[in-house]
């Protein structure tokens, strides 16, 4: 009896945990997947691995921990989103608009980011191992770097 219980323990223990690391809102991903908004959604740790996001509206949306390896956020507005912790490895991220966002620990490692404003954006600790970076306020300024604002 004992072994019975502690054999379905060991199976059912698992699902358990991983349903509580998944917490992203499922609607949230099918709407923003379907129409391509999704204005302060939460996506907090969803796999957008891949996704194709060109557009997108994710406003004030919780990114925290979300997987976009690989993802196409070419002219999504991701103003004021929280990003803290996400994937960005090998993202293309041109025209992007990261405004107020936090970037916080987020891994840009060979991502491609053009044109993209970050203003006002928080970065701290960022991976940006083999990333190409263009016309945005991404690098190693220091406290005296000024980075503008879209106009």
Same mark, same amino acid.
């Given at each position: 009896?004992?072994?019975?219980?502690?054999?379905?323990?060991?199976?059912?223990?698992?699902?358990?945990?991983?349903?509580?690391?998944?917490?992203?809102?499922?609607?949230?991903?099918?709407?923003?997947?379907?129409?391509?908004?999704?204005?302060?959604? #939460? @996506?907090?740790? +969803? !796999? &957008?691995? *891949? $996704?194709? /996001?060109? %557009? =997108? #509206? @994710?406003?004030? +949306? !919780? &990114?925290? *921990? $979300?997987? /976009?390896? %690989? =993802?196409? @956020?070419?002219?999504a507005d991701l103003t004021g989103a929280n990003l803290a912790g996400a994937n960005l490895t090998s993202a293309l991220a041109t025209n992007v608009n990261f405004k107020k966002a936090n970037l916080n620990r987020v891994n840009f490692a060979h991502a491609q980011i053009n044109d993209s404003n970050v203003y006002g954006a928080s970065m701290n600790n960022l991976n940006i191992t083999e990333a190409k970076i263009y016309n945005t306020g991404i690098g190693i300024g220091g406290e005296d770097a000024t980075i503008p604002d879209w106009k």
């Amino acid at each position: 009896m004992y072994h019975k219980l502690l054999v379905t323990l060991s199976l059912v223990t698992p699902l358990f945990f991983a349903s509580l690391v998944r917490a992203e809102n499922p609607q949230h991903v099918q709407k923003l997947i379907s129409t391509g908004a999704c204005v302060g959604c #939460d @996506l907090s740790r +969803a !796999n &957008l691995s *891949g $996704a194709h /996001l060109i %557009g =997108a #509206d @994710l406003r004030n +949306a !919780n &990114l925290q *921990g $979300a997987n /976009l390896k %690989g =993802a196409n @956020l070419e002219g999504a507005d991701l103003t004021g989103a929280n990003l803290a912790g996400a994937n960005l490895t090998s993202a293309l991220a041109t025209n992007v608009n990261f405004k107020k966002a936090n970037l916080n620990r987020v891994n840009f490692a060979h991502a491609q980011i053009n044109d993209s404003n970050v203003y006002g954006a928080s970065m701290n600790n960022l991976n940006i191992t083999e990333a190409k970076i263009y016309n945005t306020g991404i690098g190693i300024g220091g406290e005296d770097a000024t980075i503008p604002d879209w106009k």
